[in-house]
């Protein structure tokens, strides 16, 4: 099961690099969510993985990590919050410029 | 009144000229004033206490690792500085008020003011020299915004932006003298400090400590060769150039040299560098001052020249020296304020400063012509006026200070240097208002009202009367000077007074003034001498210095930052990916210690439809509806995931954000094209795919990694799930941890999420109102539009469901202290239910029935989780203690009532407020787009008259 997980995050994490590397607004803005869920699931997964343990006081003995679950609740609200920013800029320069590439156009690109 | 209160007036005060700024010029001075009387009288109550040679302290520890505490000391030296700063600064708020126009910002103007006061208050009675550096600061800033307050001028812009630059580099540096000086002496208390003179001249970094903190001290009391940018700050409204950089700024430098006198001075080095420094200040700027045609220029320099002058008798390191030092920046201050004024008079009511086109004003202005000439003959150094006894006491000292082996080098440059201070005060005074009266004045002269002329005339007074008297400031002075040698030197016995017998200073000061007067006779062939000679041009050179600067920054800044976005992202990626495989590859791995538990065949297909989503993503990203599907699949097992791993909540959460984000980008999507085209070459593509694959590679082996192995120190996860329930009263620990455990840090995350929905509120605003917004209502949709915009059954279902959705966020939010819930989720949830009835009932429909505006409701949370936490002070309890307590109402079962609760209502309005604040925002972008948007909830609507008449 492990490996499974890791390997989740590391698909993530490329998909997401990869998207993260291209020259349009959108696309970019995928790849920032994807990687999002990677450092989501990254930052869960280091309070290991326990299966039907959840961190409700009960009779039981055992139960999973909260902290990292505290930590990556915020987290998950907060990255909505930035993906709004994200989104709102991204939508503000392309409706102002008309253009929604990433990249600053080089001397060449203007020339 | 406690020292902290007197730091901390100014600052609080400084809020109140800016609200009151809409009920007029008088209220907004009047408050203004009143701040700053407060804090004067709250200083005067030290008096006694100074006077007897007490030391008054505060202290407060702040960063106590870092050696930063807000320690606060009031001696004679700084009970002096403050005195003045304060005091002067009454004056200056009254003329002010009267001196700014009525098209100023006049709660601008006081706002930054008081800033400055607070900031100049705080540098002298700090005892903390990491505290007094901030404050340094902070008066670089300020009066920056104040130099350039007429933002129209342009020499007002650049004056600001090189006094900036200029004291600016000066702290730079002075941070990095002060760091060392704290490291000589392991303490960055100033009391402590001032114990340890051997020791800090006996350290082999006492040179590079010194030349840094004096290249503070010389860029702020504009000191050769940092005079340049005090002439430039002229630009700055005339109670400016009086308060700071006459009165009390330019002292800040002199004051932090009298301050570290004790340790620093008395070496060669300090002498050399001091001494030299201010004598050719001295020299340089009553030269200077004397063809200088505008009056603030004028006095400007002559600034220049007297802080020259006291920063020489500082630099001779003797006792004497000290005294007349102190005795100097009193008078000075007094007759400078007072001629700056006077200057501000005659600009404000002649229009012109230039002295040229002034002469024969005494008839037309004789109060400002008494106080003017009263106060420049102090500084010409007339007897019977305050300015002849400190200087008196300078060449008394200049005498005996021989430097470079040459004993009469400094009396003779000082007596120079006098001879043009004399000559150019006569100029002032002569050229302005003696002489015959003219009629091409660009505005009729007359005395201005009384508001303008009673501050100068208060100073003045105080001119005359130390000059008189002069033994009625003598015990103060000595106070403060015993307060600047501290225990490095013998208070000196001299006594101050008028006649001192035929002494060689009197000599000296006969020459000065008789010489002065032969230069005036000689001036205009003098001046065609000096206009024709080359001299270097300070603004130019400073011009080109930072025009090469930028130059070189740009050459070196170019290639490595233009702008293309993905170039940096893909150089992070690698530098992260090789420093961790470095890491990797040099430290040791130890065994696994965890076993690996097996998966079955559910576990596989969800990674296997995560898998495919993400890959799936990435191939189809240009079909950028697709990739939305395929991203809401993937956040899906995400959640399905947290869900099987124990984490109930965070799949709640991820699951209604998800919800959200997707509706975002939809919104988002309305605008942006549907498609992305095929741009990068197949080789950039192969490039980021092995920069992307490396990455994944990486965080996969890291993860790997961590998931076989437990935590190499015990977690404190433990201390949470063993005082959950005993301590906070829930048995949900995240929710626990979230409201009560880290609550501090929820409650920043509830201020960030806050902030971010209001930026995106303001983006919105900004492109509504610039030219986009013409586009945005011409727009034509790319794609027809489906017909019915509000399809009935829609509306009618997101209704019926509304309450039944609110209900389950209410519970969801009510148990959430104890099993899976609580406010985040329970606010994504209403917000949810908010959104489906913009989106069912349309944009007008739903905003006509909002009761509460969005910020309001963000606000509203914020205050409410912020004053939970307030609440716990009462009880003596640290921020956001949390209480509860168990009842029961029948006929209802018991249950409990906790403060986390509330804090917890907070969080869920401030998630409500920002969530539909960014949703809202984005929709009311495309509400302009469609102008026919319609008021009524369903496109087609049976019981409405008008349908029934188009279908009829």
């Known amino acids: 099961m492990e490996i499974l997980v890791a390997s989740a995050i590391g698909i993530l994490t490329a998909g997401g690099l990869y998207l993260v590397l291209r020259l349009r607004t959108f696309p970019v803005i995928m790849g920032i969510s994807l990687l999002t869920y990677a450092v989501n699931v990254f930052l869960f997964a280091s309070g290991r993985l326990t299966v039907g343990a959840p961190p409700i006081l009960s009779d039981a003995t055992t139960y999973t990590d909260p902290l990292p679950q505290a930590l990556v609740l915020t987290a998950i609200v907060i990255s909505f919050g930035m993906t709004a920013v994200v989104v709102m800029i991204a939508l503000g320069a392309y409706l102002g410029g008309d253009d929604d590439h990433v990249d600053d156009p080089t001397p060449e690109d203007a020339a | ?952």
């Open chain 2, 1 to 952: 009144m406690s020292l902290f209160l007197i730091v901390a007036l100014p600052f609080l005060g400084a809020l109140l000229p800016g609200l009151m700024n809409s009920t007029g010029r008088v209220a907004c001075a009047g408050v203004t004033f009143m701040v700053s009387l407060l804090a004067f009288i709250g200083l005067m109550t030290h008096l006694p206490a100074v006077m007897a040679g007490e030391l008054v302290t505060a202290r407060l520890d702040w960063v106590p690792l870092l050696g930063l505490n807000v320690t606060l000391m009031l001696d004679g030296l700084g009970f002096f500085f403050a005195m003045l700063i304060l005091g002067i600064g009454l004056l200056i708020i009254a003329y002010a008020r009267f001196y700014l126009s009525r098209e100023d910002n006049m709660g601008e103007f006081f706002t930054y003011l008081l800033l400055f006061q607070g900031a100049m208050v705080g540098i002298v009675i700090s005892d903390n020299i990491l505290l007094l550096l901030v404050f340094w600061e902070l008066t670089s800033l300020s009066s920056f915004l104040l130099i350039g307050y007429w933002k129209h001028l342009p020499e007002g812009r650049q004056g600001a932006r090189m006094a900036l630059t200029v004291t600016g580099m000066g702290g730079l540096a002075m941070i990095g003298g002060m760091l060392l000086l704290g490291q000589i002496v392991g303490s960055y208390d100033l009391s402590v400090i001032l114990q340890n003179r051997n020791l800090i001249q006996a350290s082999p970094m006492y040179l590079p400590a010194l030349i840094l903190i004096l290249l503070g001290c010389f860029t702020k009391s504009a000191q050769f060769p940092f005079h340049f940018w005090l002439p430039h700050a002229m630009s700055a409204p005339t109670p400016v150039s009086a308060y700071l950089h006459s009165a009390t700024m330019v002292k800040a430098g002199i004051f932090l040299m009298a301050r570290m006198w004790p340790v620093l001075s008395g070496t060669p080095e300090w002498f050399m560098i001091v001494t030299t420094a201010g004598l050719i200040t001295m020299v340089l700027g009553a030269v200077i001052a004397l063809f200088k045609h505008d009056l603030k220029s004028l006095l400007a320099f002559s600034t220049v020249s007297h802080l020259g002058l006291i920063t020489m008798l500082l630099g001779t390191g003797t006792a004497f020296g000290a005294m007349a030092a102190m005795f100097h920046i009193l008078n000075h201050a007094t007759f400078k304020a007072a001629l700056f004024m006077s200057a501000g008079i005659i600009d404000h009511e002649a229009h012109t400063r230039d002295i040229r086109r002034l002469g024969g004003l005494r008839h037309l202005m004789p109060v400002t012509f008494v106080i003017a000439s009263l106060a420049a003959l102090s500084m010409a150094g007339i007897p019977l006026l305050n300015g002849f006894l400190s200087k008196e006491m300078m060449l008394e000292e200049a005498t005996h200070t021989a430097l470079f082996g040459m004993p009469l080098l400094v009396p003779v440059m000082a007596t120079i240097g006098s001879l043009f201070s004399a000559a150019y005060c006569f100029r002032f005074i002569s050229h302005t208002f003696l002489g015959p009266q003219r009629d091409d004045y660009p505005a009729t002269p007359h005395d201005p009202p009384v508001g303008l002329w009673l501050p100068p005339a208060i100073l003045v007074v105080l001119v005359v009367a130390i000059g008189v008297a002069p033994f009625l400031a003598e015990p103060f002075i000595k106070v403060v000077t015993a307060s600047v040698l501290g225990d490095a030197a013998e208070l000196p016995k001299a006594y101050f007074k008028i006649w001192h017998g035929l002494v060689p200073a009197l000599y000296m000061s006969m020459i000065a003034v008789v010489g002065g007067l032969l230069m005036l006779l000689i001036f205009k062939p003098a001046l065609g001498v000096w206009d024709k000679a080359a001299r270097p041009e300070a603004k130019h050179i400073f011009d080109a210095v930072i025009a090469s600067a930028v130059s070189l920054a740009r050459r070196i800044i170019a290639p490595l930052h233009d702008g293309a976005f993905t170039r940096y992202a893909a150089i992070m990626a690698v530098t992260v990916v090789a420093v961790g495989y470095h890491a990797w590859a040099t430290g040791t791995v130890g065994a696994p210690t965890r076993s690996v538990q097996p998966a079955n065949f559910v576990q596989i297909a969800g990674w296997l439809m995560l898998v495919a989503a993400t890959c799936g993503l990435v191939v189809l990203h240009r079909n950028r509806l697709l990739s939305l599907i395929l991203i809401g699949i993937v956040g899906l097992v995400v959640s399905v995931g947290f869900v099987f791993f124990s984490a109930p909540d965070l799949a709640m959460t991820q699951l209604t954000v998800e919800v959200v984000t997707i509706i975002l980008l939809l919104l988002a999507l309305n605008f942006l094209p549907n498609h992305t085209p095929v741009e990068s070459s197949v080789l950039r593509r192969t490039r980021d795919g092995t920069v992307a694959v490396a990455a994944g590679l990486g965080a996969a082996a890291l993860s790997y990694h961590y998931l076989l192995r437990d935590t190499i120190a015990p977690s404190i996860s433990d201390f949470h799930l063993a005082n959950s329930y005993k301590g906070g009263g829930g048995t949900n620990v995240v929710n626990v941890i979230l409201v009560d455990f880290r609550g501090f840090d929820t409650y920043g995350e509830i201020i960030v999420l806050g902030i971010a929905a209001l930026i995106i509120y303001a983006l919105t605003e900004a492109l509504l109102d610039g030219p986009v917004r013409a586009r945005l209502l011409n727009r034509k949709p790319d794609q027809p539009r489906s017909g019915g915009m509000h399809p009935m059954m829609m509306v009618v279902v997101t209704r019926v469901i509304m309450p039944v959705v609110l209900m389950v966020g209410f519970y969801i939010f009510w148990r959430g202290h104890n099993v899976p819930g609580g406010g985040f989720i329970a606010g994504l949830v209403v917000s949810i239910a908010v959104v489906m009835q913009y989106m069912a009932s349309g944009f007008s429909w739903t905003s006509a029935r909002l009761r509460y505006p969005y910020h309001g409701v963000i606000g509203t949370g914020v205050l409410i989780a912020g004053l939970t936490g307030i609440g716990s002070w009462f009880f003596g309890k640290p921020f956001l203690t949390s209480d509860f307590t168990y009842v029961r109402i029948p006929p209802f079962e018991k249950f409990e009532l906790a403060t986390a609760a509330l804090f917890d209502l907070g969080v869920f309005l401030a998630v409500v407020g920002a969530v539909m604040l960014s949703l809202e925002s984005f929709s009311r972008l495309s509400r302009r787009a469609h102008v026919t948007d319609s008021d009524q909830p369903m496109d087609i609507d049976p019981s409405r008259d008008d349908t029934q008449k188009a279908e009829g």
